[in-house]
Structure formats: C-alpha cells, structure tokens
C-alpha cells in the first residue's frame, strides 16, 4: 500500500490527528502529512503512505490555495479568533481601498512568522516560548504572494469583514498576511476562517473526508501526480541508478525523474548546483 490520500480536513482536527487516523486504518507508522493546517483551518491535506512518504519534502514545496476571512479592527496574540484580544477598535474599509491594498501585495515579501507556530528557535517551537512569556525574536521568512482576489465584503458591528481567495507560495502564513493586509491599511486583523482549496495539482474536489478513509480506500498512485521529466531507464542507466551514481545533466533540467518501461519511478534526481550532473535525490529501489 504505497500512494497518496487527498483529505479534505475538518475543523478540530489537528493535522497529527488526520496522519494517526491513516496509519491506524493502514496499519502502518510510515504516514506523513504535507503541509500543517491548524485544528482552525479545514481542506486539502495531502498525506503520504508508505514509499510515498519519501514524496514529503517535495510536495510540501508546492504553492497552495486557500479561502480566508478576516475581521479587520481586531487584534489577538494568535492572529485568529482563538486566541485573546490585544486590540479592539471600529473599522470602516472601502472595497476599492482594500483592493488597491491586495494589488500592491502581489510580489514578494518578507513575511514575520507568528509567535503561535512549530518554527524553531534555539531547538524551541516559537508556541513554546508564547506560553511561558518568554521574549523571542521573530525569524522573517521570504514568501510569495501570486494573487489575491476579494471575493466578499461585508460591516458588521462597525468591522470590516472581508473573504479573500490566496494563491501563496510555501511557508505562508495566512493568519500574518491577513494581518501585514491590515497594517497597509492602518489597522489590525485576524483570520476567523481558513480553507485550503489547492496545493500544487491537488484539488478540494478530489478530497475526501477522514471518516471515509477505510483499508479499501485506493490510493492515489505517486507516478499520476509528478510532472518532473521521465527518463527511461536502460541496462547501463539503471546500473548507475541503482548505485546512487551521479549522472551527466545531457537533460539539463533542474529535477528529472527515472522510470522502468512501464513509467515506474524508480529514483528522483535534482541538479548539482552549476547544473552539470544530476545527484540521487529520492531514491524508490
């Protein structure tokens, strides 16, 4: 039993919670899950079994998809209506501003990682230093931004409710875009609803919930959902391969994949640094 398993997660669940529930039904420990979504948040969660667990890094890299909403005028020390008020203030928010706003973040930029998160610092996860009232100094990592799109506006109780589709690179924390959206506006936010819709070729369409999840669910076979280029393997090929040689970059791409003759992906390869050889990557022997 070696694939993949799209999940559409439901609120309260932790992502550990989804990857317990997949190794209990599959009976075994090698699951992993490919991007956290926290207990808040609901959608696409990619989870990886057995020799598809070796896919985790790489399908953790994918650009992702969501739906969020945002209460503007609102601050907690979690970035989202779960945690406790540090500001409360009335806020009104032209449609026409926030979208000039959402335009003019489209880009680049360096984003400040939130207190509550599993980011490491000094060995310690940030959450940890939260609830000790520990200082800390943020780490700021370089995200992209490929789209924003309001898809609703909304005043309720002098705030400013607003529902934006985020096409985001990895690492992207929506709950501080929500909030950097707000400071280009002069005031504060936090999120009070995620859902993942995308992540990479992966669809909510294709999802299915955790409690649909039994020993006959298919697996989604790893071969459907890589795009890198398939090299074919021959007698001589396969021989380096087998023994983790590195290989001359004739292809010149930046990850290729070597597959048997009935397109079995047998190893990834990524390119050395001045492109010219080709190094064992994820190896499937």
């Given at each position: 039993?070696?694939g993949?398993?799209?999940?559409?997660?439901?609120?309260?669940y932790?992502?550990?919670?989804?990857?317990n529930?997949?190794?209990?039904?599959?009976?075994?420990?090698?699951?992993?899950h490919?991007?956290?979504?926290?207990p808040?948040?609901?959608?696409?969660?990619?989870?990886?079994?057995?020799?598809a667990?070796?896919?985790?890094?790489?399908?953790?890299?994918?650009d992702?998809?969501?739906?969020a909403?945002?209460?503007?005028?609102?601050?907690?020390?979690t970035?989202?209506?779960?945690?406790?008020?540090?500001?409360?203030e009335?806020?009104?928010?032209?449609?026409?501003?926030?979208e000039?706003?959402l335009?003019?973040?489209?880009g680049?930029?360096?984003?400040?990682?939130?207190?509550?998160?599993a980011v490491?610092v000094?060995?310690r996860?940030?959450y940890?230093y939260?609830r000790?009232?520990?200082?800390?100094?943020l780490?700021v990592h370089?995200?992209?931004?490929?789209s924003?799109?309001?898809?609703?506006?909304?005043y309720?109780?002098?705030?400013?409710i607003?529902t934006?589709k985020?096409?985001?690179?990895?690492?992207?924390?929506?709950r501080?875009?929500?909030?950097?959206?707000?400071?280009n506006?002069?005031?504060?936010?936090?999120m009070?609803?995620?859902?993942?819709?995308?992540?990479?070729k992966?669809l909510?369409?294709?999802a299915?919930?955790?409690?649909?999840?039994?020993?006959?669910?298919?697996?989604?076979?790893?071969?459907?959902?890589?795009?890198?280029?398939?090299?074919?393997?021959?007698?001589k090929?396969?021989t380096y391969?087998?023994?983790?040689?590195y290989?001359?970059?004739?292809?010149?791409?930046?990850?290729?994949?070597?597959v048997?003759e009935?397109?079995?992906?047998?190893?990834?390869?990524?390119?050395?640094e001045?492109g010219?050889?080709?190094?064992?990557f994820k190896?499937?022997?």
């Open positions: 039993m070696d993949l398993l799209i999940i559409d997660k439901e609120k309260d932790t992502s550990r919670d989804v990857v529930i997949v190794s209990k039904v599959f009976k075994t420990k090698k699951v992993g490919t991007g956290t979504l926290d808040l948040a609901t959608g696409v969660l990619v989870i990886c079994v057995n020799r667990t070796k896919l985790v890094e790489l399908l953790s890299s994918l992702k998809e969501y739906i909403t945002f209460e503007f005028g609102t601050l907690t020390d970035l989202d209506n779960t945690g406790n008020i540090i500001k409360d009335d806020i009104h928010i032209k449609k026409e501003e926030l000039k706003v335009k003019n973040m489209i680049n930029y360096s984003q400040t990682v939130p207190i509550y998160s490491k000094n060995g996860k940030l940890e939260a000790n009232n520990e200082e800390v100094t780490p370089d995200v992209n931004i490929y924003l799109d309001l898809l609703d506006i909304k309720v109780d002098n705030k400013t607003a934006i985020c096409h985001v690179s990895k690492g992207t924390y929506i501080s875009l929500g909030n950097d959206i707000a400071s506006l002069n005031t504060c936010a936090i009070t609803d995620l859902r993942r819709t995308k992540q990479g992966f909510i369409e294709k299915i919930k955790i409690n649909e999840v039994n020993s006959d669910t298919k697996l989604i076979d790893i071969n459907d959902y890589l795009d890198y280029p398939r090299i074919k393997l021959d007698d090929l396969y391969v087998k023994n983790g040689r290989i001359d970059n004739i292809y010149n791409e930046d990850i290729v994949s070597f048997t009935d397109n079995n992906i047998l190893a990834i390869y990524k390119s050395s001045d010219k050889l080709l190094k064992p190896m499937f022997l």
